[in-house]
């Protein structure tokens, strides 16, 4: 199956997709606030400019789309049809760079956790992942 866009409305629409200030990256920022801790944003002396640092505690949080990041098992992760062998490499790469920073920033002493898009779905849920991450 083909793009339902032409090569220039599609670009067009790529070109608009942000990678900081996300609605779920805000969502989980959000909650972290509610519980009382505050964090930096973006601090690009980490590796992988994490998208949240708490610094007094060592920990980073990313919050990683299903989709760019390869979400294993996630409806929200299926590569598309079209220019099928570059999506899989795009998402390939993500993947290795993903666990590359997540390596590095362990050896810096950090603890990492990555909270999936798909996961805001059950907010309950995932305060719940984030206190026991941030109590730990």
């Not at 007094?56 to 390869?70: A, I």
């Not at 929200?76 to 590095?104: C, S």
């Amino acid at each position: 199956m083909s793009d339902v866009f032409s090569p220039e409305k599609r670009r067009w629409i790529m070109s608009r997709v942000r990678n900081r200030d996300t609605a779920p990256e805000v969502a989980v920022r959000s909650m972290i606030h509610r519980m009382g801790y505050r964090f930096r944003l973006h601090a690009r002396d980490l590796p992988g400019t994490p998208d949240i640092v708490l610094p007094r505690h060592k920990k980073v949080v990313f919050v990683h789309g299903c989709f760019w990041h390869g979400h294993e098992g996630c409806p929200r992760a299926k590569l598309p049809q079209t220019n099928a062998e570059f999506w899989r490499k795009k998402i390939e790469t993500n993947v290795r760079r993903d666990r590359k920073v997540v390596e590095e920033l362990a050896e810096c002493g950090w603890q990492v956790l990555i909270v999936w898009g798909c996961e805001l779905r059950h907010p309950q849920h995932l305060t719940e992942k984030l206190a026991d991450f941030l109590r730990s």
